[in-house]
Structure formats: C-alpha cells, structure tokens
C-alpha cells in the first residue's frame, strides 16, 4: 500500500512539473508575439507623415472665397517709412463759376458725379441778360442812324453849310456805337449764346454754367435759389486721375530720398490695398514746425478709390534689393513653422486603402472638377504694408500659383483629413 502511495505521488508531481513547462513556453510565445506588434505599430506610427496635400471643389473654393496669385519681389527691408496725404495739384482742380450775377435755377449734378469739361452744371437767371440781348439787336438801328447822320454832316461840312464840330460828334457818336455793338457781342458769347442767334421771340433769360475741366465733383458751394456770381462759385471739380502723394520725410532721412525711388503705400482706412508711387520732386523748405520735407510723388498704376485727401502710409525704397513676398493672410501657422500653399498636379493620398479599388472610378470624376494644394514650409521675414517677405524650405517654380487668400481654410481641411487617416 505504501508503494502504491509512493508511486502516486511521484506521478503527480511529473505531471506538475510538464505543466508548468508548458505553461511557461506558452508565457513567453505571448510576450514575444506582443512585442513583435507593438515593435510593428511603432514603425508603422513612425512611418506615417502628416498629408501635405488638400483637395477643394470648385464650389467649396467659391464659398470660402480662397483666391491665388503669385509670390511677388518686393522691397520690404531697405525703406524708409513715412505718412502722408493724397493730393490733386490746383492746376487740376476747377470752380464751376457763372460770369454773371444771378439765381440759381437748376443744379444739375451732385457730389461724386463725374463730369465733363463743357458739360452744363447749373443755370443761372437775371433780366440784365434779356436787356443785353435787347440792346444787341436794336444797336444796329442806332448805328444805322449815327452812319447817316455823319454822312449828312460830311456833305453839309463839303458845301461849308455846317460846322466842324458837327461832323466829328457824328464821326466819335457812330465809333462809340460801333464798340459798344462788339462789346455786347462779346458779353452775348461769353454767357454761352450765339449773337447770331438772337431775335426779338428767342431772348433768353438763363446762362448755363459749364465745366471747366474733367473731373468729379468734389464740393457744393451753391443751391437752387441762391445767389451766385464771378466770386461765388457753383461747385468744385477735382480731376483725381492726375493724383500725386505728398510724404513728410524727417530730416535725417532725406540724405536717402532720391528722385525716381518707387514708393509702395497703403490707404489708412484701407491697409489691405497696395498701390505704387515714384518720387519726382523733393522740397526745399521744412513744412511748419514739424521737422518734416514734403516729398511729391506720382502715383501710378491701380488708382482705384484713391480720393484727394485721403491719408496714407508710405515705404520709400531705398535699394534695390528685392525679396520674394506673400500676403501676410498667405501664411498660415502649424506646430511652430509657417507654411504656404501652393497648386499642385500631385494627387492627395486616399484615406484607406479599399478605396483605391471600389472608388476609383468616383474618385478620378471627383478630381476633375476639384484643385489641388500643397502645404510649402517657408521661413518669415520682415512684415511692411500687408505684406511678408518669405523664404520657402524647398525650391517653389516661377509662377507657380500660391494661395493668398483662404490659406487657414485650407490648412484646417489638411488637419482634418490627417486625423481621420489616423
């Protein structure tokens, strides 16, 4: 019996021990199999890249209002920074007047119309204008009357039946009316009315008031029913299409201020818009108590909303250093670096990879009506009038089109797309 025991326990105990054999084998097979996936899912993690490329529809481009443009050399670090105020030289601006004295009838324009030189402005009513062209037309009769009287004296003066006098107070009488007919005529013209034209049932008692230039209408001195005459004017006109910019530069900078240096400036209530300017004249005295130099400049090119004025703010270049610029809402910003986005023919990668077989067909007729944009790294520079001067991290070919508009938009859809691929 005791042997039979032995035997048991001794059966038992092997058994125990091929237990934990395998229960250890098994126990490392798990450990290693464990390791090898998370060995796998690191590499994989470590393998994946953020997408660098977005897909928008032409009707998500619309809504969001993205436009493209260009990267622009620009002169954004040799500059001198001034203020400033737009200008029209007098010579370019004009008062509509009326020569004569009298009351506003009508007032054909209002302020911000654009008119033309010659163009009727108001008209101006006064009875001194129906008795000028009355006098005009019976003058004749008068000089008709003094031409004969002087011939009669000529004859009585030939025969010694008159006297002297006589005839040479018919000779200054007829000279007299003689002028003063040239003198209505000239008045008649001037009041816009052809002499020629007048009869005794056509008299006219209103005088047009004409443009004396081009332009737009700036100011309105006069209102129906108020009196006006030479020193009154009816209204202002301003031609703003001859515009220059007038720049108060401090003393120390004007050693730099050159005649023909391209000036870039920004309305004040405006800083989005750009718009250009060459110096072409320098002053010579300071400009009140200021310590300031006015210095003119032509403004040309895009002139549009420019007003006579309008105050600005002006960057004089002065080098000719150039650097490649954006839009500073061209740069958008992710984990401490900045980027751009430029169009692209490269196609985004697809979110998993059953879609390449069952939506191919979809996806190939999606991509025709869509754009593609690549995310560029760039490094900032200085930053002047909307404007940053950038440095792209890989080569960017000329004219490629970038984004200048709408770049956080695309960069937010970009993140979203690279959560959902994770």
Known sequence: MKIIIKILFIAVAILSLNSCGETHKNGDGNSQNTATKDSETTEESQ???????????????????????????????????ANGALRVPNNNKANATSLYGGVVKTLKVQLGDYVRKGQ???????????????????????????????????ELNAGNAGALKNLQNATAEL??????????????????????????????????????????VSSEFAKIGSYVDVSSPVVEIVDNSL??????????????????????FTLTNNPMVTYTARVFNI????????????????????KTDLIDGMNITGMI??????????????????????????????????DHEHQ?????????????????????????GVSELGYTAITPVTEIPKDTKIVTKGAFFINAKLSNTGEHEH
């Open 243 to 264: 515009l220059h910019l007038d720049l108060q530069v401090f003393e120390k900078d004007l050693p730099h201020i050159k005649i023909g240096q391209a000036v870039n």
């Open 120 to 154: 009727v402005i108001a008209t101006i009513e006064n009875p001194q204008f129906i008795q000028l062209q009355e006098e005009y037309l019976t003058i004749d009769n008068r000089i008709t009357f003094a031409e004969q009287e002087m011939q009669r004296q000529k």
């Open 47 to 81: 393998g994946e890249e953020s997408p660098t490329i977005a897909s928008l529809t032409q009707e998500q481009i619309k809504a969001v209002g993205i436009t493209l443009g260009n990267i622009e050399n620009k002169n954004l670090t040799a500059t001198i920074k």
């Open 356 to 380: 390449k077989g069952e939506k191919e067909e979809a996806h190939s007729k999606e991509h025709t009506d869509t754009i593609n944009f690549e995310k560029i790294e760039v490094a900032k």
């Open 175 to 216: 000279n007299t009316l003689k002028t003063r007919k040239a003198s209505l005529r000239k008045q008649i013209q001037l009041m816009g009315i052809d002499p020629a034209s007048i009869t005794s049932s056509n008299l006219k008692s209103a005088l047009l008031v004409t443009s004396p230039v081009n332009g737009t």
């Open 317 to 350: 270049s002065i080098g000719d250093l150039k650097t490649a610029t954006v839009p500073n809402e061209a740069i958008v910003e992710a984990d401490g670096k900045f980027y751009i986005f430029v169009q692209t023919d490269q196609q985004p990668a697809a």
């Open 283 to 302: 002053g010579s005295s300071f400009e009140d108590e200021s310590k300031t130099v006015a210095v003119h400049c032509t403004v040309i090119g895009n």
